[in-house]
Nanobody
Framework: QVELVESGGGLVRPGESLAISCKVS????????LQWYRQAPGQQRESVAS???????TYADSVKGRFFISKDVYKNTMWLQMNNLTSEDTAIYYC??????????WGQGTQVTVSS
C-alpha cells in the first residue's frame, strides 16, 4: 500500500513564504513522475510543478520564479517551496506520483490560504 502524506499547509499573509512536503511510503525512486497540483474553490485541479527522474523540472506559468520543487531520495520526500504568495495561490495542494509500474497515487491534500 503506497501512501503520500502532505504536510506544511497553513495560513500566511500575502508576500510571505511557505514550504509544503509530501512523504512517500515507498522508495521515491520508484516514481519517475512526481508533481504538485492545486485546486482552488470552484476551479479545476491544475498542475503547479513537476519533477521527474528523466525529465526536466517544469512549472506552471503562474508560479514560475516563485515556487520551487525538489525531492530528497534518502528521505523519500518531495517539497514545494512557495515564495511571494498571493491570494491567487490559495488552494488545496496535492502531491501526485506515478509509479514505475504505471499506477497513479495522490495525497490527501493540504490547505494553503493566503490572506491578510
Amino acid at each position: 500500500q503506497v501512501e503520500l502524506v502532505e504536510s506544511g499547509g497553513g495560513l500566511v499573509r500575502p508576500g510571505e513564504s511557505l514550504a509544503i512536503s509530501c512523504k512517500v511510503s515507498l522508495y521515491i525512486t520508484r516514481f519517475p513522475i512526481l508533481q504538485w497540483y492545486r485546486q482552488a474553490p470552484g476551479q479545476q485541479r491544475e498542475s503547479v510543478a513537476s519533477i521527474g527522474s528523466i525529465t526536466p523540472i517544469t512549472y506552471a506559468d503562474s508560479v514560475k520564479g516563485r515556487f520551487f520543487i525538489s525531492k530528497d531520495v534518502y528521505k523519500n520526500t518531495m517539497w514545494l517551496q512557495m515564495n511571494n504568495l498571493t491570494s491567487e495561490d490559495t488552494a488545496i495542494y496535492y502531491c501526485y506520483a506515478k509509479a514505475d509500474w504505471g499506477e497513479d497515487f495522490w495525497g490527501q491534500g493540504t490547505q494553503v490560504t493566503v490572506s491578510s
